[in-house]
Structure formats: structure tokens, C-alpha cells
């Protein structure tokens, strides 16, 4: 099992930064990706970004390409999401997601083990 916490979120202005950090703990050995959802209140989970543990590849969701970035640490076992260009849009509760089995990265099927999310408020 894998468990993870996020950490990081907050309020900030339009055009703001803020850098998320996810901590895996547990049977760390045995992931295959991790990733970065977001979910706003009446709207459906969307894919923000993901990462290849092993291999490194790394995918973004088209509304945040550019603006944000993906990436990890494995002496720390942490996963990071560096957000820059905040815009109002962005405001959700950000999930981080792992799997230890090969699937669809931008899915949030594939993933096995979630944390209890962060919330990311910008204001306009």
C-alpha cells in the first residue's frame, strides 16, 4: 500500500505562485506513476499533470501547459507541482494520485491511492 499526503495549498492572487508537495510513504518501490488532479465544486475531476516514476515522462493537461510543472524527487520519495500564472480558473482541491500498474495517465481510473487533497484558492 501507498499512502500520500498533500501539502502547500492556499490563497493567492491572480498571477501568483505556489508550489505543491505530495509525500509518498509505504510500498514506495512498486509505483509506476503519479500524477496531479484538481476537482472545483459542480465540476467533474480534471487531469493536471503526471509523471513516469521510473523513467521520468511527463504529460500536462492542456489548460495548464506552460504555466505549471511536474516533478520529483526519489531520495525523498516527494512529488511536486510548481504552479506559476495563477489564474481564478485554477481554483480547486488539488489531489495527488498514484499507481503501480501500467494504464492511462491522464485517467483518474488508473490511479490506486489518493491523498486527501489541498485546497488552491486565487483570487482575481
Known amino acids: 500500500q501507498v499512502q500520500l499526503v498533500e501539502s502547500g495549498g492556499g490563497l493567492v492572487q491572480a498571477g501568483g505562485s505556489l508550489r505543491l508537495s505530495c509525500a509518498a510513504s509505504?510500498?514506495?518501490?512498486?509505483?509506476?506513476?503519479m500524477a496531479w488532479f484538481r476537482q472545483a465544486p459542480g465540476k467533474e475531476r480534471e487531469f493536471v499533470a503526471a509523471?513516469?516514476?521510473?523513467?521520468?515522462?511527463?504529460y500536462y493537461g492542456d489548460s495548464v501547459k506552460g504555466r505549471f510543472t511536474i516533478s520529483k524527487d526519489n531520495a525523498k520519495n516527494m512529488v511536486y507541482l510548481q504552479m506559476n500564472s495563477l489564474k481564478p480558473e485554477d481554483t480547486a482541491i488539488y489531489s495527488c494520485?498514484?499507481?503501480?500498474?501500467?494504464?492511462?495517465?491522464?485517467?483518474?481510473?488508473?490511479?490506486?491511492?489518493w491523498g486527501q487533497g489541498t485546497q488552491v484558492t486565487v483570487s482575481s
Open positions: 494520485a498514484a499507481n503501480d500498474k501500467i494504464g492511462l495517465l491522464y485517467d483518474s481510473r488508473a490511479y490506486d491511492y
Open positions: 509505504g510500498r514506495t518501490f512498486s509505483t509506476y506513476a
Open positions: 509523471l513516469t516514476w521510473r523513467s521520468g515522462l511527463i
